[in-house]
């Protein structure tokens, strides 16, 4: 539950900082892990399009396995 507040705490603190909700409606989240915050994006939006770009191949799996509708995850190179 903490783990998935801290990602809510970030959007949060995202708008706080003016970024309006439309800003939201793609997104490209670098390092995303296994969407932490991109989940709480992606709900921001009515039809969201979240990319969690990530070089874990496990975080990815999980995103894709995982992370519902509106995101989807892609595999780095070093």
Known sequence: LAFWLSGRADLLAIRAAGVP??????????????GRVARH???AQ????????????NHVDW???YAGPGIR????GP
């Open 41 to 43: 994006l992606a709900l």
């Open 63 to 65: 995103v894709e396995r």
């Open 46 to 57: 009515p039809t969201p399009d979240v990319t969690v770009a990530e070089l874990n191949v």
């Open 73 to 76: 995850a892609v595999k780095l």
């Open 21 to 34: 909700d439309a800003a939201f409606k793609s997104v490209l989240d670098l390092g995303g892990a296994t």
